[in-house]
């Protein structure tokens, strides 16, 4: 009898883990599950940083050393998503990110000088904040969670394949045709994201480029959600870095250097073999998009769920949960 009631308590806790793992709810599974990985592990180990961004950011956004306490109490559903970027050097001009928790995001960039005329220029979300609007390089790679290989074309009309923040080839480049190195483009993307890491815009970073590959202008993207942004509807930045982002894993690179490939020709599947194996999850999924989409560098500087992390931790909950069941029983 005591074993029957052990192996039908172990069953519901494995159904009700399930349950948990499958409704996939970022803001609240850490927490649900750590007393009990905590008992499965010995003890939460500690978290790797990204040093090297670390003191990148410091210089970046940090510059009186003032620590930030990262802000994981954010409620997706009422939070006023808006965000922005803003060009002031050679190139000058604004971004504009306006999100809803069920909505595509909407995109707005306004660029009123320093394009050059009918040149046509890709740009960027990409993974890091910028160290100086003269450092772009600091931006890192475009950011792409789900590591979309480096030679696979964009095809607008399939932009779940496409780099998360590749906006050009999911958009369409810049381009100043009416002289004064002006232009302005808007648009939503299914894909642009506020939340959850590490698919979110925020502490991010917006990148300009030339037909020669050349980063010629970029800006961190600022927002009241982080406190990065000084008071809403600015573009001045507080100066600090983000109190949400921590997830700031380079995309797995694979394809570089090989030939290009086209799995979709006017959102048509042309070659099958080519697909990406991952399709990016659309915002309308937020703020449930499973974790386990992401196949980021395995030098995790996150505290982001993986595929992985979740089997783990589904077992270790599985296995205290019986336990605790046995003592009780």
């Keep these: 009898m005591l074993f029957t009631r052990i ?3 172990s069953l519901v806790s494995a159904l009700a883990s399930s349950a948990a793992v499958d409704s996939r709810q970022l803001d609240n599974i ?8 905590d008992a499965y592990n010995g003890g939460n180990q500690p978290k790797q940083q990204d040093t090297t961004q670390q003191k990148e950011g410091d210089k970046a956004g940090n510059s009186d050393n003032t620590s930030t306490t990262r802000n994981d109490s954010i409620d997706w559903k009422k939070a006023d998503q808006i965000a922005h970027a803003k060009f002031d050097d050679k190139v000058k001009g ?16 306004e660029i009123k000088e320093g394009l050059e005329e009918h040149k046509k220029y890709k740009w960027s979300i990409n993974v890091h904040p910028v160290t100086s609007s003269s450092d772009c ?3 890192g790679d475009i950011l792409n969670p789900v590591s979309v290989p480096e030679n696979v074309v964009c095809d607008p009309k399939k932009p779940e394949y496409c780099k998360l923040g590749d906006l050009s080839g999911k958009h369409g480049a810049l381009e100043s045709s009416h002289g004064g190195g002006a232009c302005t483009e ?8 506020f939340f959850p890491q590490p698919f979110s815009l925020l502490g991010r970073s917006v990148v300009i480029t030339d037909d020669a590959d050349k980063r010629i202008a970029c800006a961190n993207i600022i927002s009241m ?16 870095k983000s109190t949400y982002q921590d997830d ?13 490939v ?19 999850p659309a915002v309308e999924e937020s703020p449930s998009v499973d974790p386990g989409f992401a196949v980021l560098d395995s030098n995790d500087s996150s505290g982001a769920l993986s595929a992985s992390h979740v089997s783990y931790r589904f077992v270790g909950l599985t296995i205290v949960s019986a336990m605790l069941g046995a003592v009780v029983l």
């Excluded at 700031?248 to 290009?260: C, Q, S, V």
Aim: aromatic share 8%; no cysteine.
């Design 7 to 9: 192996a039908a308590l």
């Design 30 to 37: 850490n927490d649900s599950i750590s007393s009990a990985m």
């Design 94 to 109: 604004t971004v504009k990110f306006g999100g809803d928790w069920s909505k595509p995001t909407d995109v707005e960039i």
């Design 137 to 139: 390089n600091s931006a």
């Design 186 to 193: 808007h648009f939503e993307d299914d894909y642009v994201r």
């Design 225 to 240: 959600l982080d406190g990065t942004q000084k008071e809403k509807g600015s573009f001045e930045a507080t100066g600090t």
């Design 248 to 260: 700031y894993r380079e995309p797995t690179r694979t394809g570089e250097g090989e030939a290009k």
């Design 262 to 280: 086209t799995p979709f020709r006017d959102g048509k599947t042309v070659d099958q073999s080519k697909v990406p194996p991952k399709p990016n």
